[in-house]
């Protein structure tokens, strides 16, 4: 039979668009959301083995899943103490070095590289394979330079003692601020900066600031990702950076643990030229966990900061503020602003002022349950009455306005074994009744209302209800 009408070949009469669209899906894995996360990744994560697999089927797999498997790279550039796991990430790293290598055209098929720094808790062992691997890092920021995505994560640094002896971890200040100006001189398609940071290695603002200084107003990064500043900085680095407001290319600002006070923020804020988006978040773990922050945020602050970029702001995130109530936030005024995402910890339910969160243009209103300290679960008690009568004040608010509100979005994954008294309990009522009559009430001005999947049946709920 003619290797054409073979149907063991089929696949293969296929061109190349689509067959890549088959092997591209065969070698993902599913992509997994958290919360408001609904965004369709640029890039999904990648099944390897069954990517090496599809490889060494054929020369013509090989040609299109090769680019699927060297996408996303990973370096772990150092650990410490011999245990399994980070020999096994320093033997990884070090072949993947070796083949990069030897074969430069691999280079340009990484769209997404993360270089990570880890303490494992041990001391030091001067002979472990797994220390001090930044060279291959640098060596990647500048092979790799069709990157989009870089993310540089540092997980305590600097120097520890344990046992009595000395650890010495990378990256200090300097390594990372060398590590983002390798970036930004070699990756001229680089869209995303991810920088995760927390406890002895977070970040200080102005290494930040002298990484990026090199950035032209025409470069391509877009999205500055921060989590752990420290309280590093002073008046004169804010002056500095404000004399440089409206000259980055960036319009994506994502906070998170930002330890620093408003001088800093809003500096920080005036940087780019046109902001479009703007998350901010202080979890209630980091004011334990990290550095205290020099300003207890709250959403009349941070008002206030964005005011500097009202005509541009497309999207507002703020959350797990720690600082409770709508005073001093007033959104009405923001006429680009198209989705306001705001944490039901941060609102609080006094409806007083609710009417301040209807910006003429805003189409997506989304409210998070997640509760500040995140190590306490959700509760099916935490959509109540209140909840129901504030989000009910909010939609009539919208309706009497006659803005642009096309949907509501309520993020509520309760768990079914959170601490309830039985008389909480047996007042209950289901919650996502309560969303559903909501949703009947407002669905005739044109406003749908969606929540998550329930996550406790009708069922489970009346028996626990009904149960002992």
């Known amino acids: 039979m003619a290797l054409g009408q073979s149907?063991?070949?089929?696949?293969?009469?296929?061109p190349d668009e689509l067959l890549a669209s088959v092997l591209q899906e065969s070698v993902h894995v599913e992509y997994k959301f958290w919360r408001d996360d609904d965004s369709e990744p640029f890039l999904k994560p990648c099944d390897a083995a069954t990517a090496r697999a599809l490889i060494s089927t054929c020369r013509r797999f090989q040609r299109l899943v090769t680019p699927l498997l060297y996408a996303h790279i990973e370096v772990r550039c150092n650990g410490a103490g011999r245990g399994e796991r980070e020999v096994a990430n320093a033997r990884r790293t070090r072949l993947l070095h070796r083949t990069f290598r030897t074969n430069t055209s691999l280079w340009m098929h990484c769209r997404r590289l993360e270089i990570g720094f880890s303490y494992g808790g041990k001391p030091l062992d001067r002979e472990s394979p797994v220390q001090n691997l930044m060279y291959i890092a640098c060596d990647c920021l500048n092979w790799l330079t069709n990157t989009i995505d870089l993310r540089i994560i540092a997980l305590p640094s600097g120097l520890l003692e344990e046992d009595g002896l000395t650890t010495v971890l990378l990256p200090t200040g300097d390594d990372l601020c060398y590590l983002i100006r390798l970036a930004t001189d070699n990756l001229p398609h680089?869209?995303?900066?991810?920088?995760?940071?927390c406890n002895e290695a977070m970040l200080a603002l102005p290494t930040v600031i002298a990484g990026l200084s090199g950035l032209k107003p025409n470069a391509c990064l877009r999205t500055l990702d921060l989590s752990g500043i420290t309280h590093i900085g002073t008046d004169d680095d804010w002056k500095l950076l404000?004399?440089?407001a409206g000259t980055s290319p960036?319009?994506?600002?994502?906070?998170?643990?930002?330890?620093q006070g408003v001088q800093a923020l809003e500096a920080l804020v005036l940087w780019p030229a046109k902001l479009t988006s703007f998350e901010f978040s202080m979890p209630f773990s980091d004011h334990y966990?990290?550095?205290?922050?020099?300003?207890?945020?709250?959403?009349?602050?941070?008002?206030?900061?964005?005011?500097?970029?009202?005509?541009?702001?497309?999207?507002?995130?703020l959350q797990e503020l720690v600082n409770q109530g709508l005073y001093g936030f007033d959104v009405t005024d923001f006429h680009s602003l198209k989705t306001l995402t705001l944490g039901h910890d941060t609102t609080g339910t006094d409806s007083s002022s609710i009417a301040n969160l209807v910006a003429p243009n805003c189409e997506v209103f989304c409210w998070d349950m997640v509760?500040?300290?995140?190590?306490c679960p959700?509760?099916?008690?935490?959509?109540?009455?209140?909840?129901?009568?504030?989000?009910?004040?909010?939609?009539?608010?919208?309706?009497?306005?006659?803005?642009?509100?096309?949907?509501?979005?309520?993020?509520?994954?309760?768990?079914?074994?959170?601490y309830l008294t039985e008389e909480a309990l047996k007042s209950l009522e289901y919650?996502?009744?309560?969303?559903?009559?909501?949703?009947?009430?407002?669905?005739?001005?044109?406003i749908h209302l969606s929540y998550s999947a329930p996550n406790i049946s009708r069922g489970e709920f009346d028996e626990m209800v009904s149960g002992p």
């Open 7 to 14: 149907p063991t070949t089929a696949i293969l009469r296929l």
């Open 242 to 244: 404000r004399a440089q």
């Open 431 to 446: 919650p996502w009744d309560r969303m559903d009559r909501l949703a009947q009430e407002i669905q005739p001005y044109g």
């Open 371 to 375: 509760l500040e300290d995140q190590q």
């Open 190 to 197: 680089l869209r995303h900066l991810d920088l995760h940071t």
């Open 289 to 317: 966990s990290g550095e205290g922050p020099l300003t207890r945020y709250n959403l009349g602050v941070l008002q206030q900061v964005l005011l500097h970029q009202k005509n541009h702001i497309c999207y507002i995130g």
């Open 378 to 418: 959700e509760k099916l008690g935490s959509f109540n009455q209140p909840e129901e009568d504030w989000l009910r004040a909010f939609a009539q608010a919208a309706i009497a306005r006659k803005s642009a509100l096309r949907h509501i979005k309520v993020l509520y994954y309760p768990e079914s074994d959170a």
């Open 250 to 259: 960036l319009s994506v600002l994502k906070l998170r643990n930002f330890t």
